[in-house]
């Protein structure tokens, strides 16, 4: 990544890691004689008593939990528009909602309209992982 001009993904992966100030560098080789020398030096004693006791092991403990899912979908007509949510718990349990929308709207604005509300449920049931599918590619990308 030190080229002075980059291109393909080195160029997109500049960009992503510039946006989050991290800046790459290239790790220093490390000559196989450089390892044996440090190990020579810095010897184990046979009198060290080797111990497999972790201090801190409930630290090295991290519970993953499956994440939520969102289905939305919204849709507009002549005179209505309406929409529907679909949550899926992390246990499988599922959760329907159907709402109307008080505002005559295109079906993007439908779309996006159910993706928020959606949002806001999420938010305020406090759930943490979620996946979101609808079928807009409009609001999906």
């Known amino acids: 990544m030190s080229k002075p001009v980059l291109t ?9 890691l510039n946006q989050y100030e991290i800046i790459y560098t290239l790790a ?3 000559k196989g004689q450089a390892v044996a020398d440090f190990l020579a030096d810095h010897r184990i004693l046979t009198d060290w008593e080797v111990s497999d006791d972790l201090p801190y092991e409930q630290v090295l403990f991290a519970e993953v939990f499956p994440a939520w899912m969102m ?15 679909v949550f899926v ?12 929308l008080n505002v005559l ?10 993706l928020i509300i959606g949002l806001q449920m999420v938010v305020e049931m406090k759930i943490s992982s979620l996946e979101v599918y609808g079928d807009s590619m409009l609001v999906i990308n």
């Open 8 to 16: 393909g993904h080195l160029a997109e992966w500049t960009l992503l």
């Open 89 to 100: 718990s992390s246990e499988r349990h599922v959760l329907p909602y159907s709402l109307c």
């Open 105 to 114: 709207c295109s079906n993007n604005v439908a779309e996006y309209q159910v």
């Open 28 to 30: 220093k080789v490390v």
């Open 71 to 85: 289905f939305f979908d919204g849709s507009a007509g002549i005179d209505e528009a309406g929409a529907s949510l």
